[in-house]
């Protein structure tokens, strides 16, 4: 399929093959960052991956997430209703408590309909003092006592499949430029894409998706893409 070298070459494959891991995930070749021409990696000249994401994600056609084995990659509609369906048959919280955590912070995306993480902290009252609320005042009996990372939790959820990326905000300078990192802003795929059934059981959709991913790699050892998966 050749080098990539613009948005729309990474939005391509990533139609094509399903599925597209950002980073290097196991399988040789099988990621946007082996895929892409080297001067637009992390080029000072030109716009690379990292300013592409946005606009693909705004086509609408790919879930944007930190969806491969907690790493971020793509996710055509087409098979996003089994992916889901699958995932969320799933459980990727340790004990019921980091569960009832992952629910506050999932359920507070839901109210608001999209949240960056530092409306999260507003939100949730993530930082002590100053009259905020910690964390141990929505859920009971929580040991972590106000120091909670989002990071992780926004993580599960992703690979929960319970939120996506919706966009990344830059800050805008003088000239009406946007620079430095991108924030992610997050929400549900129900808001993004709406309600999408796979119309047949987890089980079944894990099958269809260790199917396809037979067919892309037939040489590779499961082990190897199975992470993939989830």
């Given amino acids: 399929m050749g080098l990539i070298r613009n948005a729309m070459d990474v939005e ?3 139609l ?3 599925f597209l891991p950002f980073f290097r995930c196991g399988v040789p070749g099988f990621s946007i960052e082996e895929r892409t021409a080297p001067e637009y990696w992390f080029s000072d000249e030109e716009e690379g991956p990292w300013e ?3 606009p693909i994600i705004r086509e609408g056609h790919c879930a944007y997430g930190k969806l491969f084995n907690k790493k971020a990659g793509f996710v ?3 098979w996003w209703p089994d992916l889901m369906n699958y995932r969320r048959s799933r459980h990727y919280a340790k004990d019921e408590d980091t569960a009832a955590l992952d629910d506050v912070v999932l359920q507070t995306i839901i109210s608001e309909g999209g949240l960056t993480v530092k ?4 939100l949730l009252g993530f930082v002590r003092g100053r009259g905020h609320r910690t964390v141990t005042d929505f859920v009971d009996n929580m040991p972590y006592g106000g120091k909670v990372s989002l990071e992780p939790i926004l993580t599960r959820l992703m690979m929960g499949t319970y939120i996506v990326i919706s966009d990344f905000e830059y800050n805008v300078d003088r000239h009406g430029r946007p ?4 924030v992610a802003r997050y ?6 894409y709406g309600r999408m059934d796979a119309e ?3 089980e079944e959709s894990f099958q269809k998706l260790q199917a396809h991913f037979r067919h892309l790699f037939p040489d590779v050892n499961e082990r190897k893409w199975m992470p993939l998966v989830g």
């Fill in 119 to 122: 409306e999260l902290r507003r």
């Fill in 16 to 18: 094509e093959f399903g």
């Fill in 179 to 182: 620079y430095g990192w991108g």
């Fill in 187 to 192: 929400t549900t795929p129900e808001v993004l």
């Fill in 12 to 14: 391509r494959q990533a």
């Fill in 76 to 78: 055509s509609l087409k």
């Fill in 200 to 202: 047949c059981t987890p």
């Fill in 52 to 54: 592409w994401k946005g």
